[in-house]
């Protein structure tokens, strides 16, 4: 088994201390050492945000691209070389916000890849704006008066978009956070964990100890994953009690096992220019 | 003889033929594969061709028309009078009978209308819906009959068109492929009964061997594949959607496929995405989605990523009209997205070009790990042209500059090297982890967005890389009639074409004219500008455009005094168009009078 170690990336993390994104990092490191994938076959696609931050911080191939844009590299990535593990990773303004578009198609698309969102319900890196996740009423710098809308559920959107594997941790939960991406990467489909990461200099609502008194795991209450039902009630639950865990996991091809060009296996960056081919082909065209 | 054949050269007799034809109707009827089908058969017959189509932006309905001229040489323009209309009904005759030159010949439905007399031109009414109804039974194939009709009249070849028919109808069985070959038979037998009035007659033509028929979207989809691209990404837009759906048919035969993503931005971020994995990847799109493809440009210049971006460009601004050309988006090819952002633009010329120079752009976007934007046009994408098979000894296949060895011990994705190219890993390769980095980053690609310094030379770094690029921009570069002219002519795209045949015109009557087309714009051939421009008394830079946008980016490079000639009603050029502003303004300078800018 590989070293934890051998995936921490050469710039240090310039979170602010306390920040949730810390956990989310360490989860992820012990899993990728957990399942023993090389750091040269990881690429980490991210927007831009606070947590999107987060491929410079770890050893492996990263891309840090442009906000609420990672879903789309990210699939560019998979589809160009599916045997190499992709991780997408971002915040809830990238993920929810500027960039659910690309949420919602990547959901339904089931492309392999692990799509972690650090869920601290606040525009971090803008200096506390009110995100999609935010809840209602909430004060924020651009809600002097609280939020209007009310908040979206990303575990509800991931489900009716056709996520094949539904999860979400808590920051201050390491392990079992590290378990459920270990889990989210070993998934064969399109794999979401949305994950409590508090931001402690911007919002002083959506605290520690406030998701410390609230949060339950799912697998305590012997929650059935594969009850699509259940996992959209689930979903919903907010409020004295919140989930945690896996909400739903089903078996569906992926996107890459229906394209009839990559099934032979052979990636794409790896498949030869056959030029001989070329000239009956053209025949077509006379 | 035709206005057509007037400007051509001769040789032979067949060498000399040059014949416009048009078919025109109510879209959604068939007039395009009436059209396509006489292009094919006359290309397989041994015809040059060039077609040039408009069609309505509605589905159904609306007015649909379809032109192709046929001659025994190579053509550069669709032409200037039709000798040969075909009007399934009386809006078709009424739009276009001024096109018509006298001599001309008309071909109508009988049961659609009846046109008023006119002694100038020949007119053949044929019912072609009653022949269709009562001798097939099935009122579309009306379009056969019209072809078999145009078969007898004009002799091009039966043969070829029975077996244009078996190919395009066997899939749907024996009957439809027979009710076809008799509606074809159908159109033969009227007419041979009938006195020919007309002196249009093809036969065989001159060329024996066999080309490609492609549109500029088929033949730069083929380059794309040539050039070993075997990943798309793409939304549907007019006049693009036709290359994707080409590259969704053709790319699974060769292990590739094509990916529709959610809109432009993921299309270029998906193809962002493969390339970073080490696959050559390309997108094309239209005018609105270029617009919004703008930020993913941004990112792939600062990353350093090699993507093919082509834009069919289309009447803007907005949705403006979507099925009409322009070359409305250099400005936004050039410079749109924010920062200092180099890029590289080209355009492509005609249908053939449109296969070697996108295997150009490939090789480029490769080499210096940057974007390429490939301009062509909604005429250029959509029309057809015989195109020899390709010779693919002609553009080499270039790939990118990986590290290895030493390179690998402490890699630095973007290490500053002479000629500003730095060796990129590929996501597998051990010891080359790296993050493709959309803040300013240094060498090894880690952040430095406070550090100043290192954002002047990184940008510099990306800029240098435009040196080499402007060698091959120059290499790239074509002129044609004098070198040396008073008159010169500077022209982009898909005006190559009418622009040579204009400047053959003018040398024809006497004029010292020339013209320079280069292939990239963007950075732009400054030596060959320079050595073309020197003595000229006047330039001519013709762009199908309202503000003269090439015009605006070489009065940056140049105090010189460009005379603008534009064109802004969705059309393409006429040759004779750019030939009279040639004229007039070589008369103004002769006569010592000023020069002035027009708009056609």
């Known amino acids: 088994m590989a070293q934890v170690k051998e995936y921490i990336g050469k710039v240090k993390p310039d979170w602010c201390p306390g920040c949730g994104d810390f956990g989310v990092l360490n989860a992820l490191q012990r899993a990728l050492a957990d399942l023993d994938i090389a750091p040269h076959n990881v690429q980490v696609v991210s927007g831009i945000g606070c947590s999107s931050n987060l491929p410079g911080f770890l050893n492996a191939y990263g891309f840090h691209g442009l906000h609420g844009r990672s879903l789309p590299v990210a699939t560019g990535a998979k589809l160009g070389n599916h045997s190499l593990t992709v991780i997408a990773t971002g915040g809830d303004g990238d993920g929810y916000g500027i960039g659910v578009g690309h949420f919602v198609h990547t959901c339904r698309r089931n492309i392999d890849m692990t799509y972690i969102v650090m869920d601290n319900q606040i525009y971090g890196l803008t200096t506390g704006q009110a995100s999609p996740t935010t809840e209602k009423d909430v004060r924020t710098k651009s809600t002097p008066e609280g939020t209007i809308e009310i908040a979206l559920s990303p575990i509800a959107l991931a489900l009716s978009c056709g996520a094949t594997y539904v999860a979400r941790g808590f920051s201050g939960e390491n392990l079992h956070l590290a378990q459920l991406m270990k889990g989210a990467i070993e998934h064969k489909g399109f794999a979401l964990v949305d994950v409590f990461s508090p931001c402690v200099t911007y919002n002083k609502h959506n605290t520690y100890p406030w998701f410390r008194e609230r949060v339950y795991k799912l697998e305590d209450e012997r929650h059935d994953p594969s009850d699509f039902r259940l996992a959209m009630e689930k979903a919903f639950e907010w409020g004295a009690r919140i989930p945690i865990g896996l909400f739903y996991k089903v078996n569906r091809p992926t996107y890459e096992d229906e394209e009839p060009a990559l099934r032979s296996g052979i990636p794409l960056a790896k498949l030869p220019l056959q030029r001989n081919d070329l000239a009956s082909f053209m025949e077509d065209f006379i | ?600």
């Open chain 2, 1 to 600: 003889m035709s206005a057509n054949q007037q400007a051509m050269p001769s040789n032979s007799s067949q060498a000399n033929i040059d014949y416009v034809f048009r078919v025109g109707g109510e879209g959604g009827e068939g007039v395009i594969s009436t059209g396509e089908m006489l292009t094919v058969a006359l290309a397989r017959a041994g015809f040059e061709i060039y077609t040039f189509r408009t069609y309505p932006a509605e589905i159904k309905g609306g007015h649909a028309n379809y032109q192709v001229r046929a001659a025994g040489k190579l053509l550069l323009s669709y032409g200037a009078a039709v000798d040969v209309l075909l009007a399934f009904n009386e809006e078709a005759y009424q739009k276009h009978i001024k096109d018509v030159h006298p001599g001309g010949v008309v071909i109508y439905d009988a049961d659609s209308f009846t046109p008023p007399a006119d002694n100038a031109r020949i007119y053949y009414g044929v019912p072609l819906t009653s022949l269709a109804t009562e001798k097939i039974g099935v009122k579309l194939t009306k379009n056969i009959v019209a072809l078999g009709v145009c078969s007898q009249l004009f002799e091009i070849p039966q043969e070829t068109f029975q077996e244009l028919l078996r190919e395009k109808f066997t899939r749907k069985g024996e009957t439809v492929v027979q009710k076809n070959l008799q509606a074809l038979q159908v159109g033969i037998e009227y007419v041979k009964g009938i006195d020919k009035r007309d002196p249009v007659r093809l036969g065989p033509g001159p060329r024996k061997t066999r080309e490609l028929v492609l549109s500029g979207n088929e033949s730069l989809s083929l380059g794309a594949i040539a050039v070993g691209c075997r990943f798309y990404a793409g939304y549907p837009i007019t006049p693009a959607s036709d290359i994707m759906e080409f590259l969704a048919k053709e790319l699974p035969k060769l292990g590739g496929f094509v990916v529709q993503t959610e809109d432009e931005i993921a299309a270029l971020g998906t193809v962002l995405g493969a390339s970073f994995a080490g696959k050559k990847a390309m997108t094309a799109t239209s005018g609105p989605g270029f617009s919004l493809m703008t930020e993913m440009i941004g990112l792939a210049v600062v990353a350093e990523l090699p993507a093919v971006i082509i834009n069919v460009q289309r009447v803007g601004p907005s949705t403006g009209m979507p099925t009409k050309t322009e070359q409305g988006d250099l400005y936004l090819a050039c410079y749109g997205g924010h920062g200092n952002c180099p890029r590289i633009v080209m355009a492509l010329t005609s249908v053939e070009d449109c296969f070697y120079g996108i295997m150009r752009a490939f090789n480029i976007a490769e080499q210096f790990q940057m974007p390429v934007v490939v301009l062509s046009d909604a005429s250029l994408g959509h029309r057809k042209a015989t195109v020899p098979v390709p010779d693919l000894s002609r553009v080499p296949v270039l790939e990118r500059r990986t590290p290895a060895g030493q390179e690998l011990v402490n890699y630095g994705r973007y290490r500053f090297t002479p000629d500003h190219v730095s060796p990129m890993s590929i996501p597998g390769m051990d010891g080359g982890g790296y993050v493709a980095e959309g803040l300013e980053h240094d060498e090894h690609g880690y952040p430095a967005a406070s550090n100043h310094e290192n954002h002047l030379r990184s940008t510099k770094k990306r800029y240098g890389k435009f040196q080499a690029v402007e060698a091959i921009a120059n290499d790239l570069t074509r002129t044609y009639g004098e070198p040396h002219p008073a008159i010169g002519v500077i022209g982009w795209g898909s005006t190559e074409g009418v622009i040579r045949e204009a400047v053959q015109m003018a040398i024809e009557k006497g004029y010292s004219v020339g013209a320079l087309h280069p292939k990239i714009l963007y950075p732009q051939p400054l030596a060959k500008l320079t050595e073309f421009m020197k003595g000229t008394k006047a330039i001519i830079m013709p762009e199908v455009n309202y503000s003269g946008q090439f015009a605006t980016l070489l009065r940056k490079r140049f105090a010189y005094d460009f005379v603008q000639l534009n064109k802004c009603v969705g059309l393409p050029f006429t040759p004779k168009e750019i030939f009279d502003k040639i004229e007039e303004v070589a008369n103004n300078v002769r006569a010592g009078r000023g020069v002035h800018a027009t708009s056609v």
